[in-house]
């Protein structure tokens, strides 16, 4: 196990969805460390490992005031590398509001309405590229149907899930109720097809975690 946790936050990854410091605690756990173990490598660990311990690291009465507070969300979420390689998780932590040096720097915005909808989508395509490439939508499909197509869907709320962000869908007239009969292209290459809501094709394993294809990893394989 690693001694510390950072965010992973480079100038190659900064451009990377989910550059984060929950997200790469998130892998940890994915990887099979518990939270308590990811929470003492990402406070006390490198507090000592800086020379700031017990000053930051840790919560007592005169310590400074750097708090977060976190979520542990239970779902389906996709988790990736640099390459990048996709993993499926059940466990996802989300951070709530953090407090810098005794200040509020960060909240988390109110829930939406109908956002913790009992909805279960059978297949969430994620950031896919919907009307010539003009937007970049989540499709959720229940049975052979599309049932939304908007931003924001929620992977804990879909049985399959599909990180697509790059691929275009067509066709690109899509709207919610018809049937799901889409085909998924990156590059003007097909990579997937769905008829009736069921995967006919996924040339690039977007649906299937990387325990079974982990991009250039052999010792995964």
């Given at each position: 196990?690693?001694?510390?946790?950072?965010?992973?936050?480079?100038?190659?990854?900064?451009?990377?969805?989910?550059s984060?410091?929950?997200?790469?605690?998130?892998?940890?756990?994915?990887?099979?460390?518990?939270?308590?173990?990811?929470?003492?490598?990402?406070?006390?660990?490198?507090?000592?490992?800086?020379?700031?311990?017990?000053?930051?690291?840790?919560?007592?009465?005169?310590?400074?005031?750097?708090?977060?507070?976190?979520e542990?969300?239970?779902?389906?979420?996709?988790?990736?590398?640099?390459?990048?390689?996709?993993?499926?998780?059940?466990?996802?932590?989300?951070?709530?509001?953090?407090?810098?040096?005794?200040?509020l720097?960060?909240?988390?915005?109110?829930?939406?309405?109908?956002?913790?909808?009992?909805?279960?989508?059978?297949?969430?395509?994620?950031?896919?590229?919907?009307?010539?490439?003009?937007?970049?939508?989540?499709?959720?499909?229940?049975?052979?149907?599309?049932?939304?197509?908007?931003p924001?869907?929620?992977?804990?709320?879909?049985?399959?899930?599909?990180?697509?962000?790059?691929?275009?869908?067509?066709?690109?007239?899509?709207?919610?109720?018809?049937?799901?009969?889409?085909?998924?292209l990156?590059?003007?290459?097909?990579?997937?097809?769905?008829?009736?809501?069921?995967?006919?094709?996924?040339?690039?394993?977007?649906?299937i975690?990387?325990?079974s294809?982990?991009?250039?990893?052999?010792?995964?394989?």
């Amino acid at each position: 196990m690693p001694d510390t946790i950072s965010t992973d936050l480079h100038s190659a990854s900064i451009k990377i969805q989910q550059s984060d410091m929950p997200n790469v605690m998130s892998k940890m756990m994915l990887l099979g460390m518990s939270l308590g173990d990811v929470v003492a490598r990402s406070t006390v660990n490198p507090a000592k490992a800086i020379g700031k311990y017990p000053e930051l690291g840790t919560l007592a009465v005169g310590r400074t005031a750097d708090i977060a507070v976190l979520e542990e969300q239970t779902g389906v979420f996709a988790f990736k590398d640099s390459w990048p390689a996709k993993r499926l998780g059940t466990k996802r932590l989300n951070c709530v509001f953090t407090i810098r040096d005794g200040k509020l720097a960060y909240e988390r915005g109110p829930v939406a309405a109908g956002e913790a909808s009992a909805v279960i989508y059978d297949l969430l395509l994620k950031r896919v590229r919907v009307g010539n490439g003009q937007q970049t939508l989540d499709i959720g499909i229940i049975g052979n149907r599309i049932a939304h197509i908007r931003p924001g869907l929620k992977a804990a709320q879909s049985r399959i899930v599909a990180e697509v962000e790059g691929y275009e869908v067509t066709p690109a007239n899509l709207s919610e109720g018809i049937a799901a009969d889409l085909t998924l292209l990156k590059a003007s290459r097909v990579v997937m097809t769905i008829r009736n809501g069921r995967v006919i094709t996924d040339d690039d394993g977007l649906t299937i975690p990387d325990v079974s294809r982990a991009g250039p990893y052999s010792n995964f394989k």
